[in-house]
Each structure stands twice: as C-alpha cells, then as structure tokens.
C-alpha cells in the first residue's frame, strides 16, 4: 500500500480522534478544509477510509476509517504462539499493550514483544504504508482496532453496496416483466416481493447512514 502523505495522516488523526467514524462537514470544520479537498483524499486511500452515503440528509455524508492494525491472535497463546513468525501479517505484541485494561503478567521479564521497533512489526508497518505514521497516530490506530466498537470493516460496507446494486437491478428487472406482462404469477404476489426488496434496500442504506460509534 502506497506512503500515506500529510493531508491522509491529517484526516487519520482526525478520524482517531472521533472513534474512527465522523460526520463529513465536521471533517471540514476541524481540518479547515473544503468537502473537495476530504472526498479527494478519500478516494485516493480506499483501504484507508470509505465514505458512507446519507440517505436521509443530503450533504451529511460521514467518512469513516477502514484500515485496521490488528495484534495476532496466536501470538501470546501457549506453547508455540504464532508459527508464521515473519509470514504472519499481524503484530506481535503483548496483548497488555493493546488492551489498556490488560495488565501484562511478566512486566520485568515479558518473553513477549512490547515493542513497535521489531523486525516483524517494522515490516507489518511498512507494508501497509504507515511507516511516516507518528507514533501517537499508529497507537491510536492499533487500539481502535483492537476495539470492535471503534472499527468499521470496509468488508461490511462492500458487501452493502453490492446488495444495493443488485437490489436496485433486481427491481428494475422485476418492474419490466410487470410492464410486459409476461409473468404468469399474479401480480400482486410480483408487487409484494418488489415491495420487500424495497425495505432491504432503504434498510441497507439506513444501516451505512445512521452507523455511529459511541
């Protein structure tokens, strides 16, 4: 993933700050930017951040951030922990540097890394384009992922997107045969099932436009 430039980590800071998830004309209130300058950024580093659509207020838009920088799993586990070692693409830290409310059990002789200086998770950094990152930023990023209040996976709002795109086709398909008439099902049954595609879709839309971290 390409270097994140000043005008990406200026945003990403920003985002980290509002539990990775803000309101668009926020944005441009604390950045002192205008709503061009964020959609650019934006849609330079899609792996980064996506922008969600309101459906109920137009303009009100909300940019959330979708890169994640998440602790191994396996790593502290016993009695091998991780066996990808460098393969692995995940940090490998003490999981007390990533929970706050984890107290590490070894503080003065941890056979765990407590550091972001490593080998591996230099690499994993610099692979994901986050090597210019501050440190206080890349923190910000690791406990925000380590959180699953404060993550929005860019996954889940694919997957909405592609079932509005094929709700909408769906519809639209539907409504020609109702106009041709070349279906043998009453149509009143080919009205409902339009009716219920309908609902998912507003609801799937509801779900991207009213999401909010707290």
């Known amino acids: ?33 205008p709503v061009e300058h964020i959609l650019s950024i934006v849609a330079a580093h899609p792996f980064v951040f996506a922008r969600l659509r309101a459906t109920d207020t137009p303009g009100d838009d909300r940019i959330a951030v ?3 920088l998440t602790n191994c799993t396996f790593y502290a586990r016993p009695p091998c922990g ?9 940090l490998h830290l ?19 890394s407590h550091s972001l200086d490593t080998e591996h998770n230099r690499r994993v950094i610099i692979e994901r384009g986050l090597e210019n990152l501050p440190q206080k930023t890349l923190i910000m ?23 509005n795109i094929l709700s909408i086709e ?20 080919i009205y409902i099932y339009v009716i ?11 779900v991207i436009a009213k999401l909010d971290i707290r």
Do not use: G, W
């Open 66 to 68: 979708v890169l994640d």
């Open 82 to 90: 991780c066996t990808k070692d460098l393969a692995c693409p995940y």
């Open 1 to 33: 993933m390409p270097l994140l430039d000043a005008n990406a980590i200026a945003l990403l800071h920003t985002l980290l700050t509002t539990n990775s998830l803000s309101r668009l004309s926020t944005l441009c209130a604390s950045l002192q930017a």
């Open 94 to 112: 003490c999981p007390s540097v990533v929970l706050p409310n984890r107290r590490c059990q070894r503080p003065h002789d941890c056979p765990l």
């Open 196 to 206: 219920f595609i309908c609902v998912r879709l507003i609801y799937a839309n509801m």
């Open 170 to 189: 769906l519809i639209s398909s539907l409504f020609a045969i109702i106009s041709q008439n070349h279906v043998e099902k009453p149509i009143v049954m």
């Open 141 to 163: 990023l690791i406990l925000a992922s380590a959180d699953p209040s404060k993550t929005v996976c860019r996954h889940f709002i694919n997957e909405i997107k592609m079932q």
